[in-house]
């Protein structure tokens, strides 16, 4: 509410001049504050308060946050007072920092900053002053300190009319909360505001006790409530509506008078209304702000998520009178949480994945090399070669599930190459539909834009998506796969602005319940009779490390239409399709793995191949063996460094060592975690190529032959 300022100027009292124009005389005990939007208002008001002080024979303190700066303040004040200088020199006008009255070691102890009042008073009236003129800027208040601050506020209110004092307190607008205005407004005698390049002032209930019927509560913060993002209500005991501000139509579509003088508990979701009528008659009249997270029903039938804070405000005879609060739309804040809370989970996983991953990739190389042997020394014989590439292709499919396995792996990055990816899309689909009675309808627009991608990681993605559509979807029909260029706007679905090519997945199943659709992309969640629930997630996932977004909209009963968004490629890049290749070769090889098997098997094959071959178990074992060849007749022409060895020292660290010894040292990472930065990478850590596990016996035979070849030239 805006008070007529001449009421306060014909209080009996002491009255002094406050300098500000628009408040006149104030008296002793006058505790003021100020809601200032920048530098410029507080000045605007500072200044001249401080000027009527210094003339009145007033000691002037001024708590300053930092902002604005003290040299600020005085060059303001030396525009209305030329003579500042000298009163600061004579101790008439102090400047303290906050972090040297308000706060010790960072906390703010009330009781003592109210005997230091005190006890500078009592000296100011001592040394001749005829009071003290104080104001202190809040700028400096943290979230963890404002209920403490507020108690210490009241306190003034109550012992400050007994003092020769006036107290001015100056609070930033935009940092305050809407529940923490009104604490600044109903703590203060009354509240100096600018609105419309005017300056208003607001008067506290707490002072006029003669106005403290509800109805006017609505007039005292107008200014307040109009301003606010947050919806500001209050309603009586029986929970009829008697105001909501009117910002609730922006946030939620109801008018004021939609809501207004029914039950307020309507407006939120049946499932949570009898909770919450409960809870709050269960709060403790006027000491307790309950806070409430629950859901509402929009106008328009959508759910919102929405945060309350509330006070009760007792009536007479200690009765309850109404309930006064803020609400706040928290529903943008949920997804956010609700995403981070998704990448937390797949991430905890990740790690778990990614361990057994590793481990499963070192036991499935001696088998894959192994048979990759024996399938070269029995080319000649039909049936026992067949059954070396029966063996040989189980275990390939072990080594894709490891390969799915190391999706969720902490730190493992896709192997991007450029792809085709009219293909990849189309193989995917027609793969992961092979055998059902689902046939594909696919709309690909013309001139597809290219990408650059981890090809097996995407299939993944694509064909879990079908797959889904596929166990939905029950007595055959079409499933729509649509591909198309977009230009992404900045955020939207989460993504950078950029070129994206858009895969639409659509089906005619069943669809998704709004219960569930929420929970789809959650590691182990499934509907499905003996599901694991990992197929959306691994997708999910896979999609985040290509920088992309997977989306989901449903109908239940009508069908379910997943997209996908994966960057374009920002040059025209070109595919590359590369043939198996077997490749004689003669080096001396330092070959360092901890485990026994790995050892065999490699070395094995890399003596087959015409290398002569030598072990180590881990890193140091290796760089000793390398320093005693070095200045030998037969230095190692390669070394294969595993990049991860329990209690010992590791590939990437053996690397650094090893090229501290000799610079054109030729060394390869191997690693079970096969899709770690460091195979993707590898040049970047010192490293001359990378052979992920499980590996056959062409790629280690290709790999040492560039290598060693090039060591050569």
């Not at 008296?27 to 000027?51: M, N, V």
């Not at 858009?502 to 569930?516: F, L, N, R, T, V």
Request: aromatic letters at 8%.
């Amino acid at each position: 509410m805006v008070y007529i300022l001449k009421e306060r100027t014909g209080m009996k009292g002491n009255n002094r001049r406050s300098g500000i124009v628009f408040l006149g005389d104030i008296p002793w005990g006058t505790h003021i504050c100020q809601l200032y939007s920048g530098k410029d208002d507080l000045l605007e008001i500072l200044a001249p308060y401080f000027r009527a002080g210094l003339e009145n024979n007033e000691l002037c303190m001024w708590i300053a946050s930092g902002t604005p700066e003290e040299n600020e303040i005085s060059g303001a004040m030396q525009k209305v007072m030329p003579d500042l200088d000298e009163y600061i020199k004579k101790g008439r006008f102090k400047i303290i920092p906050y972090d040297e009255w308000y706060l010790i070691n960072n906390e703010f102890d009330a009781e003592r900053v109210m005997a230091l009042w005190d006890k500078v008073l009592g000296q100011a009236l001592a040394d001749g002053y005829e009071g003290i003129r104080a104001a202190g800027d809040t700028a400096w208040l943290q979230k963890k300190h404002w209920e403490s601050f507020r108690k210490y506020e009241e306190a003034i209110n109550g012992v400050i009319e007994k003092y020769r004092m006036i107290a001015f307190c100056a609070y930033p607008f935009k940092k305050c909360e809407a529940s923490e205005v009104l604490d600044v407004i109903q703590n203060h005698e009354f509240t100096v505001i600018r609105q419309d390049n005017e300056w208003k002032v607001l008067g506290s209930r707490l002072f006029k006790k003669e106005e403290r019927k509800l109805d006017e509560a609505e007039k005292k913060y107008r200014m307040v409530v109009d301003n606010s993002s947050d919806i500001i209500f209050s309603f009586d005991t029986s929970g009829k509506v008697d105001f909501i501000s009117p910002n609730i139509y922006q946030l939620l579509g109801y008018k004021q008078e939609d809501v207004t003088g029914g039950d307020w508990l309507q407006l939120i979701h049946p499932d949570e209304r009898e909770s919450i009528r409960n809870n709050l008659s269960n709060v403790a009249e006027n000491e307790l702000r309950p806070r409430y997270i629950f859901r509402v029903l929009k106008k328009d039938g959508n759910i919102a998520f929405m945060e309350a804070i509330s006070r009760f405000i007792a009536g007479s005879e200690g009765k309850t009178a109404y309930m006064v609060g803020v609400i706040r739309d928290i529903t943008e804040r949920r997804r956010i949480e609700a995403e981070l809370e998704k990448t937390e989970r797949l991430e905890m996983l990740g790690i778990f994945a990614g361990g057994i991953a590793h481990d499963f990739n070192n036991m499935l190389t001696p088998i894959l090399g192994n048979i990759g042997l024996l399938k070269i020394r029995h080319s000649s014989r039909k049936e026992e070669k067949e059954l070396l590439e029966e063996a040989e292709n189980a275990g390939r499919r072990a080594k894709e599930l490891t390969h799915h396995l190391l999706t969720f792996a902490r730190g493992g990055e896709p192997v991007k190459k450029p792809a085709k990816t009219v293909k990849l899309i189309k193989d995917s689909v027609n793969f992961a539909l092979h055998g059902s009675d689902l046939k594909p309808e696919f709309l690909i627009q013309k001139d597809l834009w290219q990408t650059e991608v981890d090809s097996g990681q995407i299939n993944q993605a694509i064909s879990n998506i079908i797959l889904n559509a596929r166990q939905a979807v029950k007595g055959g029909g079409l499933i729509t796969i649509r591909a198309d260029n977009a230009v992404v706007r900045q955020g939207e679905n989460g993504l950078k602005e950029g070129r994206y090519v858009k895969i639409g997945i659509q089906d005619k199943g069943p669809g998704i319940s709004e219960e569930h659709i929420g929970k789809i992309f959650n590691p182990f969640f499934t509907t499905k009779k003996g599901g694991i629930g990992l197929g959306l997630s691994i997708a999910y996932s896979i999609i985040k490390r290509h920088d992309g977004a997977v989306t989901v909209e449903s109908e239940t009963g009508r069908g379910t239409t997943f997209n996908i968004y994966i960057p374009a490629s920002s040059n025209g890049t070109k595919t590359e399709e590369t043939a198996k290749a077997f490749y004689e070769g003669k080096g001396n090889i330092l070959l360092m793995d901890d485990e026994e098997q790995v050892r065999n098997t490699m070395g094995r094959v890399l003596m087959h191949f015409g290398y002569s071959v030598s072990f180590a178990r881990e890193g140091r074992e290796a760089i000793d063996l390398y320093s005693k060849a070095l200045n030998s007749k037969d230095p190692f022409d390669a070394v294969i460094v595993d990049m991860i060895i329990p209690g010992g020292l590791g590939g990437k660290e053996t690397a650094v060592e090893l090229l501290k010894i000799s610079p054109g040292a030729r060394i390869v990472v191997t690693t079970g975690y096969s899709d770690d930065p460091v195979i993707s990478d590898y040049k970047k850590y010192g490293f001359a190529a990378a052979i992920p596990k499980p590996c056959s016996v062409d790629v280690i035979s290709s790999v040492m032959h560039g290598v060693v070849k090039g060591r050569r030239d």
